[in-house]
């Protein structure tokens, strides 16, 4: 074996164990650039994923009825009539449906409905609905994609 011949095969090997430490070195860079992004994103820019409920119900067979109001809450309401009941109302007007946006995922909701005459006195409530609000994984893909801010 000439020295050339030795040369040759030390280079060969000195090659190897650089391209094994190039690529050892990007991918712990890659490693602590994701890491440092689902950081970032579950710590530092927390967001918080938003589900609907919709609601709807009969018209109401009173001629003095001119509008209805959705209660809404996540505990079961305390008594019968408004007085005693959830913590989120909302105006329907003179609609049969609504929807109720912007309810937090995981958690159960009630609801119930009132009408309203003229004078804004309200019927005892209707009777009471609960959902689960889940969000379907579309969204959650959306949601972690998104930089939106958690309010």
Not at 14 to 35: P, W
Not at 85 to 92: E, Q, S, V
Not at 122 to 135: G, H, L, N, R, Y
């Amino acid at each position: 074996m000439r020295f050339s011949e030795c040369t040759y095969v030390l280079t060969s090997q000195y090659d190897k164990y650089m391209i094994f430490r190039f690529r050892s070195i990007i991918l712990g860079v890659l490693i602590v650039l994701i890491a440092g992004f689902f950081y970032y994103k579950y710590f530092c820019h927390p967001t918080l994923l938003t589900g609907q409920a919709v609601l709807s119900w009969n018209i109401s067979n009173d001629p003095k009825v001119k509008g209805y109001k959705v209660y809404y809450g996540k505990e079961p309401r305390k008594n019968n009539c408004p007085s005693g009941g959830y913590t989120h109302a909302l105006n329907a007007g003179s609609n049969i449906s609504y929807t109720v946006r912007n309810l937090e995922a995981g958690k159960t909701y009630y609801f119930s409905v009132t009408s309203y005459n003229d004078a804004k006195k309200e019927s005892c409530f209707s009777e009471e609905m609960k959902k689960d609000v889940k969000v379907p994984f579309k969204d959650h893909l959306k949601n972690f994609f998104s930089f939106k801010r958690k309010k």
